[in-house]
C-alpha cells in the first residue's frame, strides 16, 4: 500500500473513536513525510531534535509536531519555539526548562506537555512512575508554570507479543490517567490524552483507551537507520 493509503487506512479505522494518529516520521526523508501531508495528515511525530528542527525547515508549518523521543533540558531551547506538543516529560527539571523557555520566547499559545509513565519492564526506556507524576503536580513550581499545558499520559509497552502483558500495561497506564485526571484536572478538560499504542500494537491500545497511537513502519515503511 501506499503512504496515501496507509493514511487513509488509520483515518477509516480511528473515524469511530476519539483516537488520532501520531504518524511517526523518525528516519524517514521529508519526501514521503509530504506525502502524508499531501493526503491531508497534519500531526507528525519526531524523536530526535536535531532531525525534528531539519524537518520543520522544509516542510509546511502547519504540521503540529510531536517530540516523542528522550528529551534533554539542554535541547529545549531548540525546539520551544514552534514545538506543539512534548509527549515525554518525565521530570520536573525537564518541565521547568520547558516553561522557562516558552516563557522566554512570550510563547501566545502554552507548550502542551504529557508526563511519560514507566510501564514496561525494560530499563532502556524512559518515564516517571504515577506517584512522581502525583508530586510534580503537586509542588509549587509546577502551580507558577504559566507556559506549559499538562494535557495527558504517554507510555511505550514492552517489545513483546503477549497480548495479556500489554493489555495489562496498557490498562496502568489508563489507571494513571484516572487518578491524575479525578485528582488533578476534574474540571480542566484539556487534560484528555492517553498516548498508547504503535504499529504493533495500536488495536489493542485502542481497545484499553488509547487517544493517540504512533505509528511509524505502518505508515512508511521500515526504518531507514542509515539517516
Known sequence: MSIKNN????????????????????????????????????????????????????????????????????????????????????????LMEINKRAEMLNR?????????????????????????????????????MKYIRITGVMGIATNTENENKLRSEFRNLRACFTRLKETFFAANDDFKEISMGMTSDWQLALEEGSTMIRVGSGIFGARDYSN
Not at 31 to 60: M, S, T, W
Not at 112 to 125: L, P, R, V
Open 7 to 94: 493514511i487513509l487506512y488509520f483515518d477509516e479505522q480511528l473515524r469511530p473513536t476519539p483516537c488520532r494518529l501520531v504518524a511517526v516520521s523518525k528516519t524517514h526523508p521529508v519526501e514521503v513525510i509530504k506525502e502524508a501531508y499531501d493526503a491531508g495528515h497534519r500531526l507528525f511525530g519526531e524523536n530526535k531534535v536535531q532531525e525534528l528542527i531539519e524537518k520543520y525547515a522544509l516542510l509546511p508549518h502547519d504540521i503540529a509536531w510531536h517530540l516523542i523521543g528522550h528529551l534533554q533540558t539542554n535541547k529545549v531551547k531548540y525546539i520551544a519555539e514552534f514545538i506543539d506538543t512534548i509527549q515525554s516529560v518525565d521530570s520536573l527539571k525537564l
Open 108 to 144: 501566545t499559545t502554552p507548550i502542551n506537555c504529557m508526563f511519560q509513565i514507566s510501564i514496561a519492564d525494560e530499563a532502556t526506556k524512559y518515564g516517571m512512575t504515577c506517584q512522581e507524576a502525583e508530586a510534580i503536580l503537586q509542588s509549587d513550581a509546577y502551580r507558577a
